[in-house]
Nanobody, 128 residues
C-alpha cells in the first residue's frame, strides 16, 4: 500500500498560479487511481479532480474545469495539480488520495469514491 504526502500549498493572489505535488512512498503507485479533494472548515470535503492509474482518464469538478490540470508521473511516484487563474473560492485545504485501480472507476465524466489512502493536506489560500 502507498502512503502520500502533499506539498506546494501557499498564499497567492487571485489570478495567480500554484502547483501542488503529491509524492507516494511504498509500492505500486501505478496501480492506484489518484485524486485531489479540498475542504473548507464547516463544509463537506469535495472532489476537485481524479486521474486513472495510467493518466488516460481525468475527471474535473465543474468549478475547476479549464483552470486546473491534474497529471501524474508514475516513474516518479508523483501526482500534480497545476492550478491557474486562482480565485478566492479556491481557498481550502487540499488533500491527495489514492485508491486501488480495481476499486476506483475514473472516466472523464465520473470519479468513484473508494479512495482509501489520504494525505494530511496542504493549505491553499487565495486573496483578492
Amino acid at each position: 500500500q502507498v502512503q502520500v504526502v502533499e506539498s506546494g500549498g501557499d498564499l497567492v493572489q487571485a489570478g495567480g498560479s500554484l502547483r501542488l505535488s503529491c509524492t507516494a512512498s511504498g509500492s505500486g503507485f501505478g496501480n492506484y487511481a489518484m485524486a485531489w479533494f479540498r475542504q473548507v472548515p464547516g463544509k463537506q470535503r469535495e472532489v476537485v479532480s481524479c486521474i486513472s492509474w495510467s493518466g488516460g482518464h481525468v475527471y474535473y469538478a465543474e468549478s475547476v474545469k479549464g483552470r486546473f490540470t491534474n497529471s501524474r508521473d508514475n516513474a516518479k511516484n508523483t501526482l500534480y495539480l497545476q492550478m491557474n487563474s486562482l480565485k478566492p473560492d479556491d481557498t481550502a485545504m487540499y488533500y491527495c488520495a489514492a485508491g486501488p485501480q480495481i476499486q476506483v472507476v475514473v472516466t472523464n465524466t465520473y470519479c468513484g469514491a473508494e479512495f482509501s489512502v489520504w494525505g494530511q493536506g496542504n493549505q491553499v489560500t487565495v486573496y483578492s
